[in-house]
């Protein structure tokens, strides 16, 4: 049970886009379309941003968006905002019930 | 309003025992599956548990498998996690979470509710 991989950090300014990617396996990220996002600011419970790769809970704003290509999952965002700034997290089903998370990602706002 | 509040944590020796509860209101809680999220200080965010709405399944991460035990109460909107044998690298933060789908079965990333945590320390 190996935590997915997402780069440490990433920065972007304001309106820019940036994206986090998740790289997993063939057992978790790239067998199943359930792969989840999380955002999660300093002392605070992680929030649902994305879920079944694409998807989007009611109200979490549209600049957030998923996709997946083979192992891979990514979390763009769009027209990058100051409250954007936060620790993300990727999150899959793998084999056997069980789920794995990310390591996290720190996207800064320049 | 869907409310999660986690209880039961604090300061245990290596090799102790904690039970960690999660009173769940705002919802029909025995139609939904619930999980256990652990955060360790400065970390990352690490699955630990889950239970289906019945109580009838259950799974666990390697990391806890045998030494730590998720039930449920649904008389009572209550989940709990057992915590037995317990090592300085179980220090963490522990959530509670909810699965938005009802009557859902097997382990979920999807998790729609948080609680705000419960801080487990274990040191001698």
């Known amino acids: 049970q190996s935590a997915l991989t997402q780069p440490r950090s990433v920065s972007g300014s304001p309106g820019q886009s940036v994206a986090i990617s998740c790289t997993g396996t063939s057992s978790d990220v790239g067998g199943y379309n359930y792969v989840s996002w999380y955002q999660q600011h300093p002392g605070t419970a992680p929030k649902l941003m994305i879920y079944d790769v694409t998807k989007r809970p009611s109200g979490v704003p549209d600049r957030f968006s998923g996709s997946k290509s083979g192992n891979t999952a990514s979390l763009t965002i769009s027209g990058l905002q100051a409250e954007d700034e936060a620790d993300y997290y990727c999150c899959s089903y793998a084999a056997s019930n069980v789920v794995l998370f990310g390591g996290g990602t720190k996207v800064t706002v320049l | 309003e869907v409310q999660l509040l986690e209880s039961g944590g604090g300061l245990v020796q290596p090799g102790g025992s904690l039970r960690l509860s999660c009173a769940a209101s705002?919802?029909?809680?025995?139609?939904?599956?619930m999980t256990w999220v652990r955060q360790a200080p400065g970390k990352g965010l690490e699955w630990v548990s889950h239970?289906?709405?019945?109580?009838?399944?259950?799974f666990y991460a390697d990391s806890v498998k045998g030494r730590f035990t998720i039930s449920r109460d649904n008389s009572r909107n209550t989940m709990y996690l057992q915590m037995n044998s317990l090592r300085a690298e179980d220090t963490a933060i522990y959530y509670c979470?909810?699965?938005?789908?009802?009557?859902?079965?097997?382990?979920?990333?999807?998790?729609?509710?948080w609680g705000q945590g419960t801080p487990v320390t274990v040191s001698s």
């Open positions: 239970i289906t709405g019945g109580g009838d399944r259950t």
């Open positions: 979470a909810k699965d938005p789908n009802m009557g859902g079965s097997g382990a979920t990333p999807t998790l729609d509710y």
């Open positions: 705002g919802f029909t809680f025995s139609n939904y599956a």
